[in-house]
């Protein structure tokens, strides 16, 4: 039966000179209700009125025609009409997900380490450790008047960013986009946050606060938009400014053309947006507090949770919601418009996807670079910071101190790993398969507070991937490191690896002898101690030198990184049962962490995750081509690390060898090929069955709403979600249990059949 008949209507924002349209998609499901009847809203690339009216009527006929609703119907839809209207009324009727990576690699092909004498560099880091400022060494941008990349003591580096060192003598760049469905949620999770503050009777600063800054940190409309207009917003964002910022008084970024943007148009945007957020909180509040009639309910946090979600469902559905998003997207792509130099280009529905440059200017390229790249308070208002998800630059870069020569390298940095308050927590997958590529592993740590929970947690991951041998350490701020007991350069490294010391051994009780030996060793060649790398580096102070000598021995390490052999030389045996065992620990390990934070088991030390957390997770789950994650709940990486982790135990334990003992190098190295093939099928294992066969279940859980809609999507989640992607094993068998098994039995045979064993 077909669905409702909807028709569409135009739209010209504010400030845009161009039309858009707007209709509810008769086939796409809207996000509050999970029913058909999504809001769309599009640029039509059309200033003229007459032609917009046309492109209106043709979509109408589309929508008013049920035999075109089907994506079957589309050639036909593309004989008919104009092909922007069916590039609008298909889009994403069929799942697609965008390759990024290789979207930068048709502008800037990276040399493959195999192919060439370049080595691929991961650096991993906390937020605030240092890593960005050891790539700004290595490339050799000065750290007063270039300042590329940008660094900051906060949560900087979005993004990705890849920079390869050749010979130019071209600098050149390519920057992909975020897509306009995900960055309109982010939007939308702003508002609504704004919104409930607005009601709560918060004050225009913290309104505005809600608005500009998601709760995540990943996206920090502040920078696109500018901090608003309200007197002393400024406070509450003391994170965005770079301390570099307070200690270079001579640094000015170069100012924008006066005409580019004009913040005084924006700011009245912004502080109209605030009254009719208040508006709708006001409206929308008042109404729900009325239809829900909960006066009666004991627990005030049930309540409270009821309300808060209930009212973001209305916010989804609400006219004036939708009003003001459509707005803000609008000011937001103003701050394409502007792009003086480069060449944007865009996708069939009008929005971008990426924007290349090519110069031999090099401070014209840092300029050009700096827009989407920077987090200079200075620059606030006009940054597209906040919207790439990918940075590739190449030229002839070289570090100051190593006198001309460029060493062949490709510099690869992303996201701090954060502040995880485990040192068992999982990596994200994306994360996983960056060390899976990268030739080196660089973790860069603060000397001050060495080797907390998060640089840990790599470390676990990169020994039981079999990916220890590309592990490089180096500790920053080691001029720091400071006390009456260490008057030495050797005193303060000894009091440095004594941090070391105990987190090998903790390494070594959960993840057996192998680990702690494997990375001990990886450690005691292969530390390099920093100091001062903010500042220019020369040959003048004894500390420089230090600190030049470290770097030169760690290029060194780099270049002789070596591929790992193929083929084991000895094939090790193990016993089918102890495999399901691993399984089941895996399986209990994963739900144990779960049920906890889905608040379904209360467990001391792990507390229940706020609903708009677990219902942010589902819906980036119910989306293909977006995360696999949010912010710090990833279960399809806990999975895999479930799995990872219990199969590395195993491994180590072989029943026995056929053909001569090897000795202990030679274990470890068949050892680490297993957990290397072992970590990539984990990975596709994982995401198969947590995310692909669950896309359904993760959409029902999305969509609950109502009384008790939050315990509901908990229960979907546990129960036909994790029950059905990993059920324990046990001495009761069903087809859901055997599927599991055999899955994971089928990967593990051909893994180890791959290196003999």
């Not at 949010?630 to 982790?645: E, G, I, M, N, S």
Request: charged letters at 30%.
């Amino acid at each position: 039966m077909p669905g409702k008949i909807y028709t569409a209507s135009l739209s010209r924002s504010q400030g845009r000179t161009g039309w858009s349209v707007i209709f509810r998609h008769p086939i796409r499901r809207d996000e509050a209700t999970g029913q058909p009847g999504l809001r769309i809203r599009r640029g039509l690339s059309t200033r003229d009125d007459n032609e917009a009216d046309k492109l209106k009527l043709e979509l109408n006929e589309l929508l008013a025609n049920p035999r075109y609703w089907d994506v079957a119907a589309r050639p036909e839809a593309e004989r008919r009409f104009d092909r922007r209207v069916v590039d609008i009324f298909y889009d994403k009727m069929v799942p697609e997900e965008t390759d990024y990576f290789g979207l930068r690699n048709q502008i800037i092909a990276l040399p493959e380490s195999n192919e060439s004498d370049y080595r691929h560099v991961l650096l991993l880091g906390t937020t605030g450790a240092g890593k960005t400022t050891i790539v700004r060494q290595l490339i050799g941008t000065d750290p007063k008047k270039e300042r590329f990349p940008s660094t900051s003591t906060a949560k900087c580096t979005i993004h990705d960013t890849e920079i390869l060192l050749d010979e130019g003598p071209y600098y050149r760049a390519v920057v992909t986009f975020v897509s306009s469905d995900e960055l309109r949620e982010y939007l939308n999770e702003c508002i609504s946050a704004a919104v409930l503050a607005a009601y709560r009777g918060a004050p225009d600063e913290e309104v505005l606060r809600r608005l500009l800054n998601h709760v995540n940190q990943r996206f920090r409309f502040s920078y696109v938009l500018g901090n608003g207009p309200i007197s002393g917003f400024a406070e509450f964002d003391d994170e965005d400014v770079d301390e570099e910022e307070e200690n270079q008084a001579d640094y000015e970024p170069e100012s924008p053309e006066v005409d580019e943007i004009d913040l005084g148009i924006t700011n009245e945007i912004l502080k109209s947006t605030i009254i009719e957020l208040r508006d709708i909180a006001k409206k929308q509040g008042e109404k729900l507090k009325n239809d829900l009639q909960v006066t009666t309910e004991p627990d005030q946090r049930v309540v409270d949770e009821l309300f808060e979600e209930e009212l973001d469902n209305l916010l989804r559905e609400d006219e004036a919601f939708n009003a003001v998003a459509d707005q803000l997207m609008d000011e937001i792509e103003k701050r394409f418009d502007i792009l003086e130099n480069g060449e944007l280009k865009f996708t069939k529905q009008g929005w971008p996807i990426l924007w290349q440059y090519k110069t031999q200017d090099r401070k014209a390229f840092i300029k050009a670079i700096t827009r989407f790249s920077s987090n200079n308070a200075l620059l606030f208002g006009r940054l597209l910071t906040p919207l790439v998800n990918g940075v590739r630059v190449a030229g002839p870069f070289s570090p100051l101190w190593l006198d001309g020569k460029q060493p062949k390298i490709v510099l690869l940095d992303g996201e701090g790993l954060g502040h995880t308050p485990r040192s068992t927590a999982a990596i994200s997958t994306a994360l996983s398969r960056r060390i899976e590529k990268a030739d080196t592993v660089l973790l860069v740590d603060n000397a001050v507070q060495p080797l907390q929970a998060a640089p840990v947690s790599v470390m676990r991951e990169i020994v039981s991937s079999g990916n220890a041998s590309k592990l490089l350490m180096c500790f920053t701020h080691f001029e720091m490191v400071k006390g009456d007991n260490l008057r030495s350069q050797s005193a303060r490294v000894q009091h440095v690896l004594a941090s070391a010391e105990n987190v090998l051994a903790a390494i070594g009780e959960e993840l057996g002898p192998l680990a702690e030996r494997t990375l001990r060793k990886r450690l005691e060649t292969n530390l390099y101690f920093f100091s001062g790398i903010d500042e220019r580096l020369t040959h003048k102070k004894k500390s420089e030198k230090r600190t030049i000598n470290q770097f030169h021995l760690l290029l060194n390490a780099i270049s002789t990184i070596t591929e790992r052999p193929q083929k084991a030389p000895a094939c090790p045996v193990y016993d089918r049962a102890n495999l399901v065992l691993a399984v089941k620990a895996a399986a209990e390990n994963f739900h144990n962490a779960w049920l906890p934070i889905l608040g379904l088991k209360p467990l001391p030390g792990i507390h229940k995750e706020h609903w708009t957390r677990i219902k942010a997770l589902s819906r980036r789950l119910a989306t293909p081509g977006w995360s696999d994650e949010y912010d710090t709940l990833k279960p399809v990486a806990d999975l895999r690390k479930q799995l990872q982790d219990q199969i590395y135990l195993l491994i180590q334990n072989p029943v026995s060898w056929e053909g001569d003992e090897p000795t202990d190098d030679e274990k470890q190295q068949i050892y680490e090929m297993l957990a290397s093939n072992i970590s990539k099928r984990m990975l596709k294992l994982a995401s198969e069955r947590v995310r692909i066969q669950r896309h359904q279940d993760w959409q029902n859980a999305y969509y609950q709403s109502g009384r008790g809609s939050t315990f509901e999507r908990a229960k979907i989640i546990a129960d036909q979600v994790y029950n059905q992607a990993a059920p324990v094993p046990d001495v009761t068998p069903s087809p859901d249990r055997n599927q599991f098994l055999r899955e994971v039995s089928l990967e593990v045979e051909e893994a180890f059949a791959e290196v003999g064993a």
